[in-house]
C-alpha cells in the first residue's frame, strides 16, 4: 500500500509520516523540496529504516500548481492532506501564502488531480465516477472549523472540507486542537520568551478553554485511520487531547516541565491587532491582525467528541498533558 502524504516534511505530516513508517506503511512524501526532505528523514531512525527498505520514496510537487500533482498521485492507495502555507498563520497575499491560496486551493487542486487520474466516464459525458479502489482523501482540518466562522482560516478549511465530502472519494476528516510537541511553532515561540524574559507575553486574556494534543497521538490516528478505512469511512472526527484547560494553565504546565517560573503578561487582543497592524508592513512580517485572532482562539473537543472516537477507535488513548509535555524537561 502507497500512502501519499502531502505536507510531509512539516510538523503535523512529519509525525503522521513516521508513524506510518514505523508500521511498516510505504510513504511518497509530497514536498517542494526533496533535497531538503530526504535530509529531514535521514536524520532519525525510522526514516532511515524506511529509505534502506525502499519504503519512504519523495515526489516534487507543489499544491499550488496543478501541473505538478498528476504524477503524485498516479498509483497511490491513500492521499493524506497536511500542507499548509509557509509561515502560517501570518499570510503574505503577496507571495501567494494565504489559507485560501494553500489550505483551500491546495486541497481542491490534489481533489481535481485526483479526479483527472482515476475517475472513469458513465453514459452521461457530464458525469464520471470513482472505480472500486480509488484512493480514500484524509484531511488534517482544524477544530474550529464551522460554515459560519467569521475568520479566513475557517472558511478555507471548511471550503476545502466541503470539496472533499462532495468529491465521491471515500473521506475522513480530523478537525484537530492546537497540537503540541518537540518541533512545534507555538508553544515553543511562546516559551521562547522564558529563555531570556521573567515573563511569558499572550494574546487575550489566557482563559480560552483548550484540549492541546501532543503530535505523536496525531500520528497514532493517522495510523489508525489508514489500518481501519471501514472505521473512518466518511466521517469527521473532532480530536484533541484528554485534559481541558485555559491557556494559561497550558503555559504554566510547560513551564512547570520545564523547572521554571514565569509570569504570563496578557496583552489585550486589540492591542496585538494594532501591533499586528503596523508590523505586517515590515519585510519580515512578523505579525498581522488576524494572526493575533488566529493565535488568541480557544479550541477544544467535548465529552461527546470523545465518546464518538472511542466507538470507533476504543483502542486509542490519547496522552495526557503532563507526559506529552514531559519532553520539555530536556530544555528547561
Ligand atoms: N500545528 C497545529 O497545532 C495544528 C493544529 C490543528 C490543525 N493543524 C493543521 O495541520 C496542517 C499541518 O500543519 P503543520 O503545523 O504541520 O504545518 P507546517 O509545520 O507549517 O508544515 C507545512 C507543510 O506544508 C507543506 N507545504 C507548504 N506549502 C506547500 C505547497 N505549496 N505545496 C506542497 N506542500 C506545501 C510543507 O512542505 P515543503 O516545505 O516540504 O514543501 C510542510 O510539509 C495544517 O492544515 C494545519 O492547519 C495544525
Not at 115 to 129: F, G, H, K, M, S
Not at 137 to 145: A, D, H, K, R
Amino acid at each position: 500500500m502507497i500512502i501519499l502524504v502531502s505536507g510531509a516534511t512539516g510538523f503535523v505530516g512529519g509525525a503522521i509520516t513516521r508513524h506510518l513508517l514505523d508500521a511498516g506503511h510505504q510513504v511518497r512524501a509530497l514536498t517542494r523540496s526533496t533535497a531538503r526532505a530526504l535530509k529531514l528523514y535521514a536524520s532519525h531512525e525510522v526514516g532511515r529504516r524506511a529509505l534502506a527498505e525502499n519504503r519512504l520514496t519523495f515526489t516534487s510537487g507543489d499544491v499550488t500548481r496543478p501541473d505538478t500533482l498528476r504524477e503524485a498521485v498516479r498509483g497511490v492507495d491513500v492521499v493524506i492532506q497536511a500542507a499548509q502555507f509557509t509561515g502560517a498563520p501570518v499570510e503574505n497575499p503577496a507571495h501567494g501564502l494565504t489559507y485560501m491560496a494553500v489550505d483551500r486551493d491546495g486541497t481542491l487542486n490534489l481533489l481535481s488531480a485526483l479526479a483527472q487520474v482515476y475517475q472513469r466516464p458513465t453514459a452521461d459525458p457530464a458525469l464520471a465516477r470513482y472505480p472500486e479502489g480509488a484512493p480514500p482523501f484524509l484531511y488534517m482540518s482544524g477544530i474550529s472549523v464551522a460554515p459560519d466562522s467569521p475568520f479566513t482560516w475557517d472558511q478555507a478549511k471548511w471550503q476545502a472540507e466541503e470539496a472533499i465530502r462532495g468529491s465521491g472519494l471515500d473521506w475522513t476528516i480530523v478537525r484537530s486542537c492546537w497540537a503540541y510537541g518537540p518541533e512545534d511553532k507555538a508553544l515553543n515561540r511562546l516559551l521562547g520568551y522564558s529563555d531570556h524574559l521573567p515573563l511569558v507575553p499572550v494574546f487575550g486574556n489566557g482563559k480560552q478553554p483548550l484540549t492541546p494534543v501532543f503530535v505523536e497521538d496525531i500520528g497514532r490516528f493517522f495510523r489508525l485511520l489508514v489500518d481501519h478505512p471501514e472505521r473512518a469511512r466518511d466521517t469527521t472526527f473532532r480530536f484533541g487531547g484528554p485534559d481541558l484547560v485555559r491557556l494559561d494553565q497550558f503555559l504554566e504546565l510547560a513551564l512547570q516541565a520545564m523547572g521554571r517560573r514565569r509570569l504570563i503578561l496578557h496583552i489585550p487582543r486589540s492591542v496585538g491587532k494594532l501591533q499586528g497592524a503596523i508590523l505586517q508592513f515590515l519585510p519580515s512580517r512578523p505579525l498581522t491582525p488576524t494572526a493575533v485572532d488566529f493565535v488568541a482562539q480557544a479550541g477544544a473537543i467535548s465529552e461527546a467528541d470523545r465518546a464518538f472516537l472511542a466507538e470507533r477507535f476504543p483502542e486509542f488513548r490519547a496522552t495526557p498533558l503532563r507526559e506529552g509535555l514531559a519532553y520539555l524537561r530536556k530544555r528547561g
